[in-house]
């Protein structure tokens, strides 16, 4: 609890978890998302060699400075989104960690009329990104080191959403490798996974410890794999 009191604002100013986004906006953002990978491949960014932080950097640059300010894609803009962030630093759902740093956020703008109660800092769409391939397993890279950080309240626990983003490579998918992955026996205690569908795994959000929210309940996560 002690962490909290380090948010800004007293306990009754913000309710938890936020309001959902929303399936509309979750898609909204995946296909801003795949507009970007194709202008990095229209300018010959080599998506399938480069690392993982120089290819989150140039989609954060493609997002933000083209894609966000020209509005190329209806309703991407400065109107309603406030800038994309990569690595903004948030702290965890118990206050121990104070600079946790997803990828990508995006930030949706409401009116100035709106009354909204919550914690500003920790309202966005967050989005972890990692590399699928033969260097880097769906299991040990995509799940322990990157879909846990939403379950254990690293990421995004003020929220009923989250995204991963995967940079897969070398034919790797979502049915082939990552459902074997989150369904070994130990990633379903350590995911608190409720169900896998055949085309949309889902993992659960749930109550954190030590936390003051409501408890939540199983919501679908975003994935969006990105292949070349």
């Known amino acids: 609890m002690a962490g909290f009191f380090t948010l800004g604002v007293p306990p009754e100013r913000y309710n938890l978890p936020h309001p959902s986004l929303g399936r509309p906006v979750i898609l909204f953002v995946r296909r801003v998302l795949l507009r970007a990978f194709e202008k990095l491949r229209e300018r010959g960014f080599s998506l399938a060699t480069e690392r993982e932080d120089r290819v989150t950097e140039q989609l954060f640059n493609v997002l933000e400075n083209d894609l966000r300010q020209t509005g190329e894609i209806r309703g991407f803009n400065s109107t309603f989104y406030d800038r994309v962030v990569r690595h903004a630093e948030v702290t965890n759902y118990s206050g121990q ?14 009116s100035d009329v709106e009354s909204r109660s919550v914690l500003s800092s920790h309202d966005a769409l967050f ?9 880097h397993p769906a299991g040990s890279a995509y799940c322990d080191d990157g879909l846990v950080r939403f379950v254990n309240g690293d990421y995004a626990w003020a929220m009923q959403e989250g995204m991963m983003l995967a940079y897969a490579r070398d034919g790797r998918t979502i049915a082939g490798h990552l459902i074997p992955a989150m369904t070994a026996s130990a990633r379903n205690a350590s995911l608190g996974t409720v169900s896998v569908p ?3 795994p889902r993992n659960r959000c749930r109550r954190l410890p030590g936390s003051r929210s ?8 975003g994935f969006l794999v990105a292949r070349w």
């Open 97 to 110: 960690k104070i600079a946790k740093t997803p990828d990508l956020s995006f930030k949706l703008r409401h």
């Open 127 to 135: 989005i972890e990104c990692k590399p699928v391939d033969v260097n």
């Open 198 to 200: 055949p085309s949309l």
């Open 214 to 221: 409501r408890p939540r309940q199983p919501t679908p996560k």
